[in-house]
């Protein structure tokens, strides 16, 4: 007796198609479909009817994979609502979800060997103190049902200890735990301190993990051992069959946004997540996102806050230097230089951080004007220290850089501003005695370079450490007694509505690295702009009330989370092919609920020697923008529809302008 089955094969761009089977297949089961010519892994959906009307013959399931379902049912929900809400097929939406093992169709002949499940140990917690309890307390009452919180609490307030308390309780009751972070590597001391407090291994997944391994991991997560997963975005979709809390860390992060292929927001899908598994989620943060306090005004998330630093310590102060008419040595102002001199006399630690990495950002011939750009993307190569010296920090392209100016001739050469390189340079010549300890993506490359320069600032010594983005994520290094924040302008002045939001998070989240150790720390931000509005309130504003601020200015200008926003890239290598494509969607937007912009040019107009252009859909009801954009995407498959050479991308929510 054959029964039907629906079933989302992985790798194609197809709907989730039917096949037939003698086996009493579980929704959730992984299977191996024909589809043409090849074999593919794909997922029961559901059992249905026989089609009655099949065009085609329907084909055989080949094979199951799995004895038990590898996603039960309120799993597969949360996926078809991601493939519903991004807009995305099952064929891409398996590739995303699914580790690349367990969708290969010839299975490993040396199958990884089963993980154990990790034992639980006596915790040892520390007391939390009235705040944290009252947090802590507040959010076990609602383990068992769905209810989401956002735990707001300054940097050092213990965040991490109220984590490990709901952890334990949930393990005790021995369900599984979810904890989401936006990037592992810089957060390995706070895995440590967890397993150590928990007395418990965690469950690691995340980037710098081999196939084999989460495979491994995936078979142990769905057998439903009480455990605590701990990974990056794509953790996400991990089998838990007994989960019993979510929690997602420094939920404001970027990172927990997907930039290719199925754009998802890890943090949505996890809100939602929770809600299908009927488990608390709690969003954690010292600067939560606009979007997360928007949603505490409308009741959807419940805040829970914690105004003191756990240890007593007091914030640091923050003061501007006025960067106007100064004598500059580079980008370093004469106050930023006396007052790292003075902190390294008194034996603390300086964090400078400059979000730029290499060593300048222009180089161009100082006799004819002429700079050296990337032929692929028509803007210019980043200048490095080391060979090759021109790398283009949109597409990778790297090149030695000419002796001479192919325009001129000459041999005369001009940097223009300045990356981490240069600056580290010139903290070098200032403080020769004294070590200046670079992060950023070039300095991090290789296995353990990172762990081996915390361990280097964990050791307290005076040092300068000079950084990007990469040193504002949940550090806690005890010695740093001053933070200089080199360029508040250039966030100032970008075209990125979301660009002081993100100034804001950063600023505060790179102070919260001053001053935990015993003395109050102190934060300066260099600016031309010290009366500018928002530099004010950088430094006399918390930043809750920073964030209500803007999001009124989000409100009465209709931006999100005031409305519901995407965007449609088209790319080619022909520009008018590219605006036709575009210009070919415009009519189906007309007569809907949904505001149009564009065709526009991308803010990266030219990548690898594709055109880029855009349009931005925005609209006040979630339901119209979703609908219009079906819409555009179905419209994308007729042959009228599609203009040749170009490829259409979406981002919903989208966090970045292309
Ligand atoms: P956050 O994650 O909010 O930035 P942490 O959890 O890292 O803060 O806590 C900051 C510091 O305070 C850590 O060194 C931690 O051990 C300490 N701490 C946290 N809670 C308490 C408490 N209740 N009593 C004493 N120290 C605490
Ligand atoms: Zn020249
Ligand atoms: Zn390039």
């Known amino acids: 007796m054959n029964t039907h089955y629906l079933v989302a094969v992985s790798g194609t761009p197809l709907p989730a198609l039917t096949y037939a089977s003698d086996l009493m297949l579980a929704a959730g089961t992984r299977v191996l479909v024909p589809l043409g010519k090849r074999q593919l892994v794909g997922v029961v959906l559901a059992a249905i009817e026989a089609p009655t009307d099949a065009e085609y013959a329907v084909k055989s399931i080949i094979s199951a994979l799995d004895d038990a379902p590898l996603w039960q049912e309120s799993e597969l929900k949360l996926l078809a609502w991601c493939a519903g809400y991004y807009h995305a097929d099952w064929g891409r939406l398996l590739e995303t979800a699914l580790p690349p093992q367990l969708r290969l169709s010839k299975q490993p002949t040396r199958p990884a060997k089963p993980l154990k499940a990790p034992e639980l140990g006596q915790a040892a917690l520390v007391k939390l103190n009235a705040e944290q309890q009252h947090a802590s307390d507040k959010i076990a009452d609602s383990f068992g049902s769905f209810k989401a919180w956002l735990l707001m609490g300054v940097t050092g307030s213990g965040k991490t200890e109220v984590y490990a308390q709901l952890i334990n309780q949930t393990l005790q009751q021995e369900k599984q735990v979810l904890m989401l972070l936006p990037e592992i590597g810089l957060t390995a001391p706070m895995v440590s301190r967890l397993a150590q407090r928990l007395n418990t291994e965690p469950v690691l997944l995340h980037s710098e993990r081999t196939n084999s391994q989460r495979a491994q991991v995936w078979q142990l997560t769905r057998q439903g051992h009480p455990l605590l997963l701990i990974g990056t975005r794509s953790a996400i979709f991990a089998p838990l069959p007994k989960l019993g809390l979510i929690i997602v860390d420094e939920e404001h992060d970027s990172a927990y946004k997907q930039q290719d292929s199925i754009r998802y927001h890890a943090r949505d899908v996890a809100l939602m997540r929770a809600k299908q598994q009927a488990c608390p989620i709690v969003l954690g943060s010292a600067t939560p996102s606009l979007e997360s306090l928007a949603n505490v005004d409308q009741g959807k998330l419940h805040l829970l806050t914690l105004t003191q630093r756990a240890n007593q310590q007091i914030l640091p102060t923050m003061l501007t230097i006025d960067m106007r008419q100064q004598k500059l040595d580079g980008a370093l102002s004469p106050q930023l230089l006396s007052a790292v001199e003075r902190t390294l006399a008194e034996q603390g630690q300086v964090l400078l951080f400059l979000n730029r990495r290499g060593y300048s950002p222009v180089l161009m011939c100082h006799d004819c004007g002429h700079t050296l750009d990337c032929p692929a993307c028509e803007v210019p190569y980043t200048f490095h220290r080391h060979a090759p010296n021109l790398r283009c920090h949109h597409c990778g392209k790297v090149e030695q850089a000419p002796a001479q100016c192919p325009s001129c001739g000459s041999s005369h050469w001009h940097l223009v501003g300045q990356g981490t390189q240069k600056v580290e340079e010139a903290l070098q010549q200032h403080f020769p005695t004294t070590p200046v300890l670079r992060v950023d993506r070039d300095s991090t490359q290789g296995k353990d370079k990172l762990n081996h320069l915390f361990a280097q600032i964990r050791a ?181 529809g599609k203009v040749t050479g170009v490829r259409v991308f979406l981002d919903v929510d989208p966090q970045d302008m292309p």
């Not at 990007?468 to 806690?476: F, I, N, P, S």
């Not at 660009?499 to 690295?513: F, H, K």
């Not at 219009?628 to 498959?637: E, K, S, V, Y």
């Open 460 to 640: 307290g010594d005076p040092c300068i450490i000079l950084g990007t983005q990469m040193l504002a994520k949940g550090h806690d290094f005890a010695g740093i007694a001053l933070v200089g924040i080199i360029d508040v302008d250039s966030a100032l002045f970008a075209r990125d509505f979301r660009s002081l939001e993100r100034l804001a998070q950063l600023v505060i989240q790179v102070s919260g690295r001053a001053g935990r150790g015993s003395q109050r720390g102190q934060v300066l931000l260099q600016t031309h702009q010290p009366h500018h509005d928002f530099v004010q309130s950088l430094l006399t504003k918390p930043y809750a009330e920073i964030a209500q601020q803007l999001l009124k200015e989000r409100s009465d200008t209709q931006l999100p989370p005031f409305s519901f926003s995407a965007w449609l890239l088209a790319e080619g290598k022909h520009l008018d092919r590219v605006q036709a494509q575009l210009e070919k969607l415009l009519p189906l937007c007309q007569h809907t609920k949904v505001q149009v912009a564009g065709p526009m040019p991308a803010l990266m107009h030219k990548r690898q020697y594709h055109y880029r252009e855009l349009l931005w859909l925005q609209s006040e009801q979630r339901a119209a923008l979703h609908t219009t954009i079906d819409n555009l995407l179905a419209f994308l498959q007729q042959p009228e």
